[in-house]
């Protein structure tokens, strides 16, 4: 069964600009979490979707969107750039709530 | 203060011994307890899930947790180099919602 798959796998970027994220779930899951990773704040999470729709979601602003779609694969988009939006951003899926977790390698973005 | 603490470390022991990596925590209604290990530039890769407290083995490693101490534990037995990795321990509530709080992780090096 293959994993999570993210890409790129690799982005760089400058301030001001906008990047789109993509994860395809492990076949079967429905849930798609993102998570920030940096040395500074370690692991955080951003939002949650189910079935096309946002359950949950951290804090941070509303820069940070995301959608999913019917056959559960995930986009995440940051807007105007920041340099402190450089991390590993990671994708998990699951089966449904309180399942277990499985995360993609993630996808290192640089702002520079 | 931190919801999930976890000493950084880092960790350095001789191959064969017994590594002890703990958290603790403050969230009364975390029900979920995990512990992932993630090697450099990849994503976390789960090693044990846990509801609850007690204790769960799984070939070298066993998770223990102890709910009335707000604290959990993972200890792997006759470490290996391969096991040279930060291992991050995560807990989340229960209900609808899909979220991970992380603690900042532990960077483990299994010298031969």
């Known amino acids: 069964k293959a994993g999570v798959t993210q890409t790129p796998r690799y982005l760089i970027k400058t301030r001001g600009q906008q990047v789109t994220l993509s994860c395809s779930p492990i076949s079967g899951h429905r849930s798609v979490s993102w998570y920030q990773q940096t040395p500074g704040q370690g692991l955080q999470f951003l939002f949650e979707y189910f079935s096309e729709t946002q359950r949950n979601k951290g804090n941070f602003p509303g820069r940070f969107s995301g959608r999913q779609f019917s056959n559960s694969r995930s986009e995440m988009n940051v807007s105007t750039l920041e340099l402190g939006d450089s991390a590993l951003y990671l994708c998990?899926?699951?089966?449904?709530?309180?399942?277990?977790?499985?995360f993609g390698s993630g996808t290192q973005l640089s702002v520079l | 203060q931190k919801e999930v603490e976890q000493d950084p470390g880092p960790l350095s022991v001789p191959e064969g011994a017994i590594v002890s990596l703990n958290c603790t925590y403050s969230n009364s209604a975390f029900q979920y307890f995990m512990w992932y290990r993630q090697y450099s530039r990849k994503g976390p890769e789960l090693l044990m899930y846990t509801y609850s407290s007690g204790n769960k083995e799984d070939g070298r490693f066993t998770a223990q947790v102890d709910k009335s101490s707000k604290y959990i534990s993972l200890f792997i037995r006759d470490s290996q180099p391969s096991d040279s990795a930060t291992y991050l321990c995560a807990m989340s509530g229960s209900g609808s919602a899909r979220q991970l709080t992380f603690g900042s992780g532990t960077q483990l090096t299994v010298l031969p």
């Open positions: 998990a899926s699951s089966l449904d709530s309180n399942e277990k977790l499985f």
